[in-house]
């Protein structure tokens, strides 16, 4: 039976494809247990799993013996709950805001001539939940951090220009660190879940230690 399953962030400033020629999961470490009570129980190793885009690559995975629930070691590049790593989805958000429609976007980020294209109408829906998840993220950070972002549009240019680097997502990964398992998709973790205990008693997964190491 498989138990709950948890993402902590894996702080890394390696890229997607550093990651991937260094198999940096290798050298992915958990030393405390963010669910049990500290010293309870030191979580092992439990293999990887398997992150199909933008291509194959593992991510590290460990198993607490207490609960039963699976952590998850996700690096800063890549997007949670959806395909693909940050930045990418970054740039297909920048521009389709760029755009004059979302039809527009669609046919400039999924064209119709390539040999995997997609029916216009199906990229017009992948245009649309990328832009509606960057900015419900968006939206959330500015609410959490207002004394920091509350001059911002609900764009990604205006982050952009707000925090001064190439890669806004990777860039809030670490300053929203002690919200992650709060924030929305593609930005935050898997939120924390309750686990039974013995006797009936329920807890909550804290977050844990860092790991070491416009519409038409």
């Not at 991937?20 to 439990?46: F, N, S």
């Not at 968006?138 to 990604?156: H, K, N, S, W």
Request: aromatic share 6%.
């Amino acid at each position: 039976m498989t138990g709950p399953k948890v993402q902590l962030r894996y702080p890394t400033e390696l890229t997607f494809e550093q990651y991937v020629k260094a198999e940096a999961w290798h050298q992915a470490r958990l030393e405390t247990c963010p669910i049990c009570p500290p010293g309870q129980c030191r979580p092992g190793r439990h293999g990887t799993y398997l992150r199909k885009l933008p291509t194959p690559a593992r991510v590290a995975r460990f198993y607490c013996p207490d609960t039963g629930t699976t952590i998850g070691l996700l690096p800063d590049f890549y997007a949670s709950r959806m395909p693909g790593t940050l930045p990418a989805l970054e740039e297909a958000v920048a521009r389709a805001e760029a755009a004059p429609s979302v039809e527009a976007a669609a046919n400039e980020l999924r064209p119709g001539d390539v040999e995997e294209a997609v029916t216009l109408p199906t990229a017009m829906r992948w245009v649309r939940l990328r832009l509606a998840r960057v900015r419900s993220m968006l939206a959330t950070v500015r609410g959490l951090m207002p004394a920091r972002f509350e001059d911002c549009q609900i764009t990604v240019r205006s982050f952009r220009d707000a925090l001064g680097v190439p890669s806004v997502l990777v860039a809030l990964r670490g300053i929203c660190a002690r919200y992650l398992h709060t924030l929305p998709a593609p930005l935050g973790l898997r939120p924390p879940v309750a686990v039974g205990q013995r006797g009936g008693n329920r807890r909550q997964q804290s977050t844990g230690p860092d790991p070491p190491g416009r519409e038409a």
